[in-house]
């Protein structure tokens, strides 16, 4: 069983920074692609970023330049660094795994979900 776990979220002032983690663990396959969505007040979640094992990278425009997504070497960890963040960045962030290694910002192509780290940026 594949399991996602966020990390790192918090309630901070515009401009700001954070780090949020995303922990893989179970059969995570050898190819592989994880993303992280944001979700706010309603039901759609918001494709912010995707990487698969290769390195291979897909930012939003919407966040483009101040979000920035990664790996570690094991690449059981998937990192989104926020900068700059602005009242319109809060949401719930969600992880997503994908086993074909297809970089995409479209929910429907992940299969697994975390239960996501929530994000608040108010003054």
């Known amino acids: 069983q594949l399991q996602l776990r966020e990390s790192g979220g918090g309630s901070v002032p515009p401009g700001s920074s954070l780090r949020l983690s995303c922990a893989l663990s179970g059969n995570a396959y050898n190819v592989y692609s994880m993303a992280w969505f944001r979700q706010g007040t309603g039901n759609h979640r918001e494709g912010v970023a995707s990487?698969?094992?290769?390195?291979?990278?897909e930012v939003a425009t919407s966040v483009e330049g101040r979000f920035t997504i990664s790996q570690d070497d094991s690449k059981l960890t998937t990192y989104l660094d926020m900068n700059n963040l602005k009242p319109d960045d809060t949401g719930t962030y969600i992880c997503?795994?994908?086993?074909?290694?297809?970089?995409?910002?479209?929910?429907?192509?992940?299969?697994?979900w975390g239960q996501g780290t929530q994000v608040t940026v108010s003054s």
């Open positions: 990487i698969n094992t290769d390195g291979i990278k």
């Open positions: 997503a795994h994908q086993p074909r290694g297809l970089v995409s910002l479209w929910q429907s192509e992940f299969s697994y």
